[in-house]
């Protein structure tokens, strides 16, 4: 007996299962999917990504529908294109025996009057991101008052996204549902919000610890000189030849200007970031899932919800400022049981985002050392001598050459030939790698998750009773200026967001930036020094939906800065208090 029909799934999904060669669900799959057959009880699942999720909601959806009733009676929120298309082709695959059941994607970058089009010939299902969803609602082309159940796939994603009040606006819009579920690889205070105000007693299920990584990534982590970076990826990248993965940069620029610079190079790789139009971007997805391509570099926002099988290898270019995108960007690796390598690329500086994510993820980092070139060599040599010894060779019509090749090479040893064929593969790894420099060797020989002293003792100070305490707030450092500016997350940033216009307003690279600390109402940013007067002058005095930015340097370190405007403040530790502007 298949252990999904003893979960309750009709005869149909059953056999549609069986036919994918499944006969055991996953975790979150065996705990959800009895409590979302009764279609009437909100629900909250938490789960990383890749543990069979959109079965967890997609099979108890599919046969709770009234196949009879051909109007939307489900409606499943997602936040991007690709996660849209990926969950319709899963229902399709899940309905290969349920007959006149109809599902529509609805998203940004197609037709939206073929959208319409189908819709209007009736649909039981609706898969949408939420930008194109309110598009056709205020169209009045699509009819959510029969909607009984909502979905909101990667929740958390959306939340990151800005599309909270498009949330909202899809969730007062579906008056008539009779309940709501909730899957999220994270739990922040925006989705608890969510389940607070829109869910009624809602079940929460949780596999694994909340907000933690995936038990089968191995997280590791290098530490290089910041104008290193590049060098240190190409370096890793020829140092793991069979890897299939995803590089991430904070930047659409960046992704272009690295995969541009390694397709010189001779590496198969493409750039996906928003400037693609959806033709291009399915375009790259095809070739990167028939794996013409062996890696993928993308944005965070272009990447939301890949969901692609096999990715052994997820490469952070740089850490996120968001510590939460982390956990996104490395569950693209090690899904479905399988194990996988998350790594990324540190400056010194960043002990503290290893601490944190450490923490979050509940999982130790691992520091590696920068491979070697005669490391590289060697693993590339070997490598191909692999895949030399496993060649196929009972295909071909070989014995009509025999004779010439014998010929050929009958006055050339064995050897000869090896050293020959290895000469024509590698040549070029060992003039590149000959003279190449110790990646390593600039770097403090300290381990960063200890951190040097210097940075401990400003990240951790001594209470008065004697205790040592760890503040949330920014290393002692010479090299820094402290900056204040008014606007926090009430203005719609996040981290990412905050970082881009900063650099963007004042035209600065982002090597010259520190630990930024965001609160509600301001925000602090560390800057490099001799970049301090710079980034006051572009952004002082300049307008942001409509209120004046003020940014000065912060007095005195850890002190409390000016108020401004009569808004207020807060410090660590303390009740918010309303201030008055300085005369």
Request: aromatic share 8%; charged share 30%; net charge neutral.
């Amino acid at each position: 007996m298949n252990a999904f029909e003893a979960l309750g799934l009709n005869e149909q999904l059953v056999q549609a299962i069986s036919d994918l060669g499944f006969d055991t669900p996953t975790p979150i799959q065996e705990q959800a999917i009895p409590i979302l057959l009764s279609g009437t009880t909100d629900f909250v699942g938490l789960a990383q990504t890749g543990t069979g999720k959109t079965a967890a909601f997609g099979l108890p959806l599919l046969h709770l529908i009234n196949i009879s009733e051909r109007h939307p009676q489900a409606l499943i929120v997602c936040p991007t294109r690709e996660l849209c298309l990926q969950i319709t082709n899963d229902l399709a695959t899940f309905t290969k025996h349920t007959k006149g059941l109809f599902t529509e994607a609805v998203y940004g970058g197609a037709s939206i009057t073929m959208q319409i089009r189908n819709l209007k010939r009736g649909v039981h299902i609706v898969v949408a991101t939420p930008g194109r969803l309110i598009d056709l609602i205020e169209r009045k082309a699509i009819d959510l008052q029969k909607v009984k159940y909502v979905v909101l796939d990667e929740a958390d994603e959306m939340l990151n996204m800005g599309f909270r009040d498009d949330i909202d606006f899809v969730l007062k819009n579906t008056i008539n549902r009779e309940s709501i579920w909730l899957f999220s690889a994270t739990m922040p205070p925006e989705v608890r919000a969510i389940a607070k105000n829109f869910m009624t007693t809602p079940k929460e299920i949780t596999v694994g610890k909340k907000n933690s990584g995936n038990v089968n990534i191995d997280h590791q982590f290098f530490v290089v000189a910041a104008q290193q970076r590049y060098e240190t990826l190409k370096r890793y990248i020829d140092f793991n030849p069979g890897m299939y993965g995803i590089i991430f940069t904070r930047t659409k620029l960046d992704a272009q200007d690295i995969a541009e610079k390694l397709v010189r190079e001779g590496y198969e790789i493409e750039a996906l970031h928003g400037d693609l139009t959806q033709q291009q971007r399915d375009k790259v997805m095809g070739r990167f899932r028939q794996k013409h391509l062996q890696l993928l570099i993308a944005t965070d926002v272009a990447a939301r919800g890949i969901d692609v099988d096999g990715i052994t290898h997820v490469i952070n270019y740089e850490l996120p400022d968001d510590m939460e995108v982390y956990t996104h960007r490395s569950g693209r690796t090690a899904r479905a049981g399988k194990t996988g390598i998350c790594i990324s690329i540190c400056h010194s500086r960043e002990s503290y985002k290893i601490k944190q994510l450490e923490r979050m993820v509940n999982a130790i980092f691992h520091k590696l050392d920068v491979p070697s070139g005669k490391d590289v060599c060697r693993k590339q040599f070997f490598h191909f001598m692999d895949k030399l010894m496993q060649a196929d060779i009972s295909n071909g019509d070989y014995e009509t050459y025999m004779a010439d090749l014998q010929e050929k090479f009958a006055d050339i040893s064995k050897e000869e030939v090896l050293q020959r064929v290895a000469a024509l593969e590698f040549n070029h790894f060992l003039k590149y790698y000959e003279n190449a420099p110790d990646l390593n060797s600039n770097i403090r020989n300290s381990d960063i998750r200890g951190g040097d002293r210097r940075e401990t003792g400003n990240r951790e100070s001594g209470n008065r009773d004697g205790s040592r305490r760890e503040r949330g707030n920014f290393q002692h450092d010479s090299g820094y200026t402290r900056l204040f500016v008014n606007l926090g997350t009430k203005d719609g940033f996040y981290k990412a967001s905050f970082l881009q216009f900063i650099l963007d307003e004042s035209n600065l690279n982002k090597e010259v930036l520190g630990r930024i600390d965001m609160k509600e109402m301001n925000s602090w940013v560390e800057v490099d020094k001799a970049a301090a007067s710079q980034m006051i002058k572009s952004i002082d005095g300049k307008k942001h939906n409509g209120r004046q930015v003020r940014m000065n340097e912060a007095d005195g370190g850890f002190k409390r800065p000016p108020a401004f405007e009569g808004k207020s403040d807060r410090t660590e530790g303390r009740k918010r208090i309303p201030l008055k502007e300085k005369r």
